[in-house]
T-cell receptor, first 114, second 115 residues
Framework: ELKVEQNPLFLSMQEGKNYTIYCNYSTTSDRLYWYRQDPGKSLESLFVLLSNGAVKQEGRLMASLDTKARLSTLHITAAVHDLSATYFCAVGRDRGSTLGRLYFGRGTQLTVWP | DTGVSQDPRHKITKRGQNVTFRCDPISEHNRLYWYRQTLGQGPEFLTYFQNEAQLEKSRLLSDRFSAERPKGSFSTLEIQRTEQGDSAMYLC?????????????FGPGTRLTVL
């Protein structure tokens, strides 16, 4: 079964600093998704990455995908308090019996402090 | 609001009771998914439908769980004889299978507490 590992699981950072969250997965896939979840809320889609070398940016967040290394990164630039949330990466497959489902990592709980 | 909706948002029940949750997907979406999330974990896949056909069920979905999407629109997830281990957030998502995207949009979830 496809495994998705995120690290770190907990991240506490000061406003204005930069940091990267890593997402590794165990089996070939060409669909990688990043979601944000606020406490007690549902998941909000942030990025969809569909090909090797894909890079997407939205505000202070930038996501990239290296399918050969089975690695995606979520880079945070000049963090602000509003970015405090839990970030999940999820991997999808297009072939075989597991078509359609997403495999999620455990999430990275980000806290940004002044 | 044209997003995914779920009802109820919260459900408290006693062990052994049956519960049913409803999910209304985004109207033009043909795929509907159910996931379960426990505290500190990422969502775990339960089952999904394409139109009215249930295409995959996870091994997590024991015989006490059943899901339907009778007309290819809304879906229900029923848990029979609930156990305390069923306490979790049940998330529904929908997507439109078109091109290479298949981005899944999530509803607000139903939080189940089994006493």
């Amino acid at each position: 079964e496809l495994k998705v590992e995120q690290n770190p699981l907990f991240l506490s950072m000061q406003e204005g600093k930069n940091y990267t969250i890593y997402c590794n997965y165990s089996t070939t896939s060409d669909r990688l998704y990043w979601y944000r979840q606020d406490p007690g809320k549902s998941l909000e889609s942030l990025f969809v990455l569909l090909s090797n070398g894909a890079v997407k940016q939205e505000g202070r967040l930038m996501a990239s995908l290296d399918t050969k290394a089975r690695l995606s990164t979520l880079h945070i630039t000049a963090a602000v308090h509003d970015l405090s949330a839990t970030y999940f990466c999820a991997v999808g497959r297009d072939r075989g019996s597991t078509l359609g489902r997403l495999y999620f990592g455990r999430g990275t709980q980000l806290t940004v402090w002044p | 609001d044209t997003g995914v909706s779920q009802d109820p948002r919260h459900k408290i029940t006693k062990r052994g009771q049956n519960v049913t949750f409803r999910c209304d997907p985004i109207s033009e979406h043909n795929r509907l998914y159910w996931y379960r999330q426990t505290l500190g974990q990422g969502p775990e896949f339960l089952t999904y439908f394409q139109n009215e056909a249930q295409l995959e069920k996870s091994r997590l979905l024991s015989d006490r769980f059943s899901a339907e999407r009778p007309k290819g629109s809304f879906s229900t997830l029923e848990i029979q004889r609930t156990e305390q281990g069923d306490s979790a957030m049940y998330l529904c998502a929908s997507s439109l299978v078109q091109g290479a995207d298949n981005e899944q949009f999530f509803g607000p979830g139903t939080r189940l507490t089994v006493l």
